[in-house]
């Protein structure tokens, strides 16, 4: 068996156990509102949010391709390989972190923050036009636009239902959110199996097992999908606690009004744009506007403010101990 191969294979099960924690980690994107309102029960909950992130790893060709090729540059070869790698457990380790403590933060900027920590340690080409265009601006807009349409959504709802009784509009909604938590699952995994597949594509062309970074065999949609999907059943109980119950009290058209924006938002970047938004931000500003609708007071401002600096550390935390690993791993990839 070859380095090149080797080293591949380590990469590709790296990627793999990200994909699993990512799943677990980011169970709460599609899910902790409907489990919170009781529009689900926790494991048939689960269950939709693996199937749909299963069905939308499938539709995030894109997103892939931006992870894959419009990130770092890197040549052909064992010791690109070792970026990678050192990138991708500086993710497992920030994600692993703040699963610990409850954070919602983005699975999706630990990637990216570990991957370009990993790729600077090396002196490596990061293609910052690409992290600018296609990573931070949509980092900064998606959570402004998910806190402003859930204001706006929430404000609709409540206008047109202003008359309706509110024991059949909690129970009419109940049944709402099991579409909206199902559209927001198959969102999920359009965004985030996309980023997996993407790393497993830089590892194959980097390896020199195929000629780019943009074509995507089908196994490694398949196998990117299915361990999203296990990890999403897994289930990750402290996050969801910490988005259907901690920032602030949802009833059934609360739930609906934010998982129907957060979802909207997670289609338009990765079908029309092709950027790799965190749908952790995207939900948990959804949520907080739909929440303001009530009042400011409604809304638990600590528990955001701790959740808003986990998204701020992120990058660069991720960064680091992608670069940190970096040196660690580099004499088994020379």
């Given at each position: 068996?070859?380095?090149?191969?080797?080293?591949?294979?380590?990469?590709?099960?790296?990627?793999?156990?990200?994909d699993y924690t990512n799943g677990f980690h980011d169970a709460a994107n599609a899910i902790a509102t409907s489990i919170s309102t009781r529009?689900?029960?926790?494991?048939?909950?689960?269950?939709?949010?693996?199937?749909?992130?299963?069905?939308?790893?499938?539709f995030g060709a894109e997103v892939a391709k931006t992870v894959g090729s419009g990130l770092v540059e890197l040549p052909a070869g064992v010791s690109s390989l070792g970026i990678v790698f050192a990138g991708v457990v500086g993710a497992i380790t920030w994600n692993l972190i703040t699963w610990y403590f409850g954070l919602p933060?983005?699975?999706?900027?630990?990637?990216?923050?570990?991957?370009?920590g990993a790729t600077i340690a090396a002196s490596g080409t990061v293609l910052w036009s690409g992290i600018a265009g296609d990573v931070v601006i949509p980092m900064v807009l998606s959570p402004m636009?998910?806190?402003?349409?859930?204001?706006?959504?929430?404000?609709?709802?409540?206008?047109i239902f202003r008359?309706?009784?509110?024991?059949?509009?909690?129970?009419?909604?109940?049944?709402?959110?099991?579409?909206?938590?199902?559209?927001?699952?198959?969102?999920?995994?359009?965004?985030?199996?996309?980023?997996?597949i993407?790393?497993?594509?830089?590892?194959?062309?980097?390896?020199?097992?195929?000629?780019?970074?943009?074509t995507i065999p089908e196994w490694v949609f398949w196998t990117s999908a299915t361990v999203l999907a296990l990890g999403t059943y897994a289930g990750g109980w402290r996050i969801i606690r910490t988005l259907g119950r901690k920032i602030i009290d949802l009833r059934p058209p609360e739930g609906f009004a934010a998982e129907t924006v957060a979802s909207s938002v997670l289609?338009?970047?990765?079908?029309?744009?092709?950027?790799?938004?965190?749908?952790?931000?995207?939900?948990?500003?959804?949520?907080?506007?739909?929440?303001?609708?009530?009042?400011?007071?409604a809304v638990r401002w600590n528990v955001a403010g701790n959740i808003v600096g986990a998204w701020i550390l992120t990058f660069p935390a991720a960064g680091t101990i992608g670069a940190l690993m970096y040196f660690a791993v580099r004499p088994l990839f020379s």
């Open positions: 068996m070859s380095a090149e191969l080797i080293a591949v294979l380590a990469v590709i099960t790296v990627a793999m156990v990200f529009a689900l029960t926790p494991r048939v909950a689960l269950l939709m949010a693996a199937v749909g992130n299963f069905v939308g790893a499938h933060s983005s699975s999706s900027h630990a990637l990216i923050g570990g991957l370009v636009v998910g806190f402003v349409l859930g204001f706006l959504v929430m404000l609709a709802v409540q206008w008359n309706g009784q509110p024991g059949k509009l909690n129970r009419g909604f109940r049944i709402a959110q099991s579409i909206s938590a199902a559209a927001m699952s198959v969102g999920h995994g359009m965004q985030d199996a996309a980023k997996t993407g790393i497993v594509v830089l590892a194959l062309f980097v390896g020199g097992f195929q000629s780019d970074a943009e289609y338009f970047n990765a079908l029309v744009l092709g950027a790799p938004i965190s749908t952790t931000h995207t939900i948990t500003s959804a949520i907080m506007g739909v929440g303001v609708t009530k009042r400011l007071s």
